[in-house]
């Protein structure tokens, strides 16, 4: 998490304006600690399906207190638990259920199966 957060803040840094950070799903917990970081170079912060932590909370804990959350349960750790999967049909029926042709559906789902590290759900 740090390194996502420390690259965005440096891009920023170098700009010689405000910007406006909109973060999607695990980059809300990014454009928040950059936002904290350094608040004098940010106008405004969107969020799209994006987690929207508290100071110190992470994503796996905001994850975690979703009582009515589906994906969740159905991230598949590894045995180490340092990346997570999701199974193709999970992909299908949680990440892409909107997606309503088959065959942009059957595209899409390698670019949602790559192993995701877990260390930035878990650091805050």
Partial sequence: MDAYVQRVTDVINDLDEKVILAGHSL????????????????????YVCASLPKSGDTALGLMQSDKKGQLLPKIIFSEDQTFATLASEDISNLLLHDVKDKERVERLIPKFSIKQSTQPFILN
């Avoid at 928040?32 to 405004?44: H, L, M, N, T, W």
């Fill in 27 to 46: 980059a809300g917990s990014v454009i928040s600690q950059v936002a904290e970081g350094i608040p004098e170079k940010i106008d405004r912060l969107i």
